[in-house]
């Protein structure tokens, strides 16, 4: 069975720092995409950050540009964004995503986590 854990979300006053984490499980992704999306009360699901199966190419919104950064560790089937300069506006349940390339993974990812909640205060 596939699993996708997120982890590492919590309460951060604004300005702050949080590390996400996604531990995958059940098979092997180290030459799938992966990705973050992110989805805040009454809004649709929305993509934050993609990295491809090297770690070789990566993908943001514009909206967290030069504030997170994506990585992954194939060793330990891990996936990571660091998030810095919190903003209340990031405030929504974080998502870990899986896809057969980059333009999957940004779009429409095959596999999804359940999710950990960020939660930015002003």
């Known amino acids: 069975q596939v699993q996708l854990v997120e982890s590492g979300g919590g309460l951060v006053q604004a300005g702050g720092s949080l590390r996400l984490s996604c531990a995958t499980s059940g098979r092997t992704f180290i030459s799938y995409a992966m990705g973050w999306f992110r989805q805040a009360p009454g809004n649709e699901r929305e993509f934050v950050a993609a990295i491809a199966w090297d770690g070789g190419s990566t993908r943001y919104a514009d909206s967290v540009k030069g504030r997170f950064t994506i990585s992954r560790d194939n060793g330990k089937n891990s996936m990571y964004l660091q998030m810095n300069s919190l903003k209340p506006e990031d405030t929504a349940v974080y998502h870990c995503?899986?896809?057969?390339?980059?333009?999957?993974?940004?779009?429409?990812?095959?596999?999804w986590g359940q999710g950990t909640q960020v939660t930015v205060s002003s």
């Open positions: 995503v899986v896809g057969t390339s980059l333009a999957v993974v940004t779009t429409e990812p095959g596999y």
